[in-house]
Every structure is written in structure tokens, then in C-alpha cells.
């Protein structure tokens, strides 16, 4: 019973509203020029209940624009530099590039 349930749910669409309509894209296009980042419009939109969007919601759209050749992340005050992930072995934290051992030195 719980699993034919859980199938129909999985096979059907979702009839959930999408989070980012027209109306929020053009204000999202507006505001980003000026500088302002995804945490403000997304401030922005609460405190004028134009509509509730995260500024993580804010952040995809951005980033699928850029993937199909849009420029609105050359809007974002780091541009293209996200964060980087410390768990990868070129993280950054404690590789010093082109290094000479101390058995090696002088």
C-alpha cells in the first residue's frame, strides 16, 4: 500500500508553484546592476511582499543564466569566484605550489 502510494507520488508532477516568476526576474534584473547582492534583493522582497524568495533561490537562477551564456553573475560583487570547499586536496589550506623540500634546500 505504502509503496504503491510513494511510486504514484514519485511518477506524478509536482503541482507545487514555481519559486522564481517573471515578475521577480525583473526585479531581480533591475536590482543586480545596482550592486546589490542576492541577500538584499531577497530582503528586498520580503519587506515589500512582492514575494518570499531565499537568496540561494536567487544564487541558482543566477548561475543556470550564466550556463546558458547570460551575464547577470558579472553583476555579483565576486563575480565568478565562489567558495571554496575545504575538503579537496586544492583547497588552498597548507599547499604551497611549487615547493622545495627542506631535505632539498640549501
Given at each position: ?8 507520488r ?17 526585479i ?13 534583493i ?11 524568495i ?14 546558458q ?10 563575480q ?17 605550489i611549487?615547493r622545495?623540500?627542506i631535505?632539498?634546500?640549501?
Open positions: 500500500m505504502a509503496q504503491a502510494k510513494s511510486e504514484f514519485k511518477s506524478s508532477p509536482s503541482k507545487a508553484k514555481k519559486k522564481i516568476y517573471p515578475d521577480l526576474v525583473t531581480i534584473k533591475q536590482k543586480l546592476p545596482l550592486q546589490w547582492s542576492p541577500v538584499q531577497s530582503g528586498f522582497l520580503k519587506k515589500r511582499a512582492v514575494g518570499k531565499s537568496h540561494e533561490t536567487i544564487y541558482k537562477y543566477i548561475w543556470e543564466d550564466k550556463r551564456g547570460g551575464l547577470l553573475y558579472k553583476h555579483l560583487r565576486h565568478e569566484k565562489k567558495y571554496n570547499k575545504r575538503g579537496h586536496k586544492l583547497a588552498g589550506r597548507g599547499c604551497i611549487a622545495i623540500d631535505d632539498q634546500r640549501p
